[in-house]
């Protein structure tokens, strides 16, 4: 079986009253075994995004596993958005 790589672009939830913990949250995911690299990125207005770049294996339901892992990670993990995929 082989594998893919994947690079993803996750965005958290803005709460009003505060700054959400970019740098507790990739610290987070960045202890998922499947994790490569995690970097905090700027978007927009002073918000954030964590970029993650995984190694999974090929085969049905691994990315959807994945990103559901990240999802339960932080209540503030908005949106997963898979920017590039590719084979090694």
């Known amino acids: 079986m ?3 790589v994947v690079k993803y672009k996750i965005t958290l939830d803005q ?3 505060e700054r959400p913990d970019y740098e507790g949250i990739a610290g ?3 202890k ?3 994790v490569q ?3 905090i990125k ?3 207005f002073g918000m954030m995004f964590i970029e ?3 190694v999974l294996g090929e085969g049905e339901g691994i990315v959807d596993a994945f990103e559901d892992k990240v999802r339960e990670s932080d209540p503030l993990v908005s949106q997963i958005e898979a920017l590039e995929m590719g084979r090694l």
Do not use: Y
Request: proline share 10%.
């Open 2 to 4: 082989g594998q893919v």
């Open 15 to 17: 709460p009003e009253d």
């Open 28 to 30: 987070t995911i960045s």
């Open 32 to 34: 998922m075994e499947e």
């Open 37 to 39: 690299s995690v970097s």
């Open 42 to 44: 700027p978007l927009a």
């Open 52 to 54: 993650v770049d995984v």
